[in-house]
């Protein structure tokens, strides 16, 4: 296997995991609960409308997943109310972990969309930064690889007002590492970074680990998988890096 078809190999090695991190890296639970009573109130609202009973949204349980359908309401009435800015960012965010949580990126386009209008309204807030730099990377993922230099500029943006952001560096480089065409050897400096600043930050491992098998620097990707096995041994990633690492061991040797 040449280094070309090892790489191709890893790019979707952690792609699984990546979801998790982003998610993760994202979670606003205050205001998701709130997004999640609004849901519950708008439901209630109607059901209320049609039993003509009094509603109670804080025992409706249903509320725990909105439909598509409540989750474009919300959409509309976002594009209804442009001028508040902290609403575009709730709205958006709630759009952007619900194409998450349930597996629909067709939805992610209305939260890129929305994401950025909170950001163009609030230019500085970092957590809106990021998020639109997450919901672009999220839709590279899922669809449009393109998105992954969109993302990029945001991250950036995100970096020159907190570079010791770990997460955010990781996810800089993964825009790299995913890119078309792929970089790996960028995307390594900024798993570095990350690294420097905590060691045991267990996605930059494991996105440095891949990179390294892609670069042929065999010896230190076995070091960096030893240290993400320490890290988490129930990693679900290590049995797949390893058995990449085996497969650039085998095209190392034939290659000599």
Do not use: W
Not at 144 to 167: C, F, H, I, M, Q
């Amino acid at each position: 296997m040449n280094k070309h078809k090892i790489l191709y190999a890893l790019a979707g090695l952690v792609a699984g995991c990546v979801i998790g991190f982003l998610f993760a890296s994202s979670v606003d639970r205050k205001e998701l609960e709130e997004l999640r009573g609004e849901v519950a109130r708008a439901r209630g609202n109607a059901a209320g409308k049609q039993t003509g009973e009094t509603p109670n949204a804080a025992n409706d349980q249903s509320a725990a997943m909105p439909t598509d359908e409540e989750m474009r309401d919300l959409i509309s009435k976002a594009d209804a109310n442009q001028l508040d800015a902290e609403y575009q960012r709730k709205v958006g965010q709630g759009v952007y972990m619900y194409a998450l949580s349930t597996g629909k990126p067709a939805l992610l386009p209305e939260a890129v969309r929305l994401l950025k209008r909170a950001h163009e309204a609030d230019p500085k807030n970092y957590e809106t930064t990021v998020l639109v730099g997450n919901s672009l990377f999220a839709l590279g993922q899922a669809a449009d690889a393109s998105k992954y230099g969109e993302a990029r500029v945001y991250y950036n943006k995100a970096l020159a007002s907190k570079p010791e952001d770990t997460n955010v560096h990781t996810l800089l480089g993964m825009t790299y590492y995913y890119g078309q065409p792929s970089d790996p050897e960028r995307a390594i400096r900024e798993y570095r970074k990350s690294l420097a600043a905590e060691p045991r930050h267990e996605m930059a491992l494991q996105s440095l680990a891949s990179a390294l098998i892609a670069t042929g620097a065999i010896d230190e990707a076995e070091k960096r998988i030893g240290e993400l096995q320490t890290v988490n041994s129930a990693n679900t990633a290590l049995s797949n890096l390893r058995a990449q690492l085996a497969q650039a061991r085998n095209a190392a040797k034939e290659n000599n």
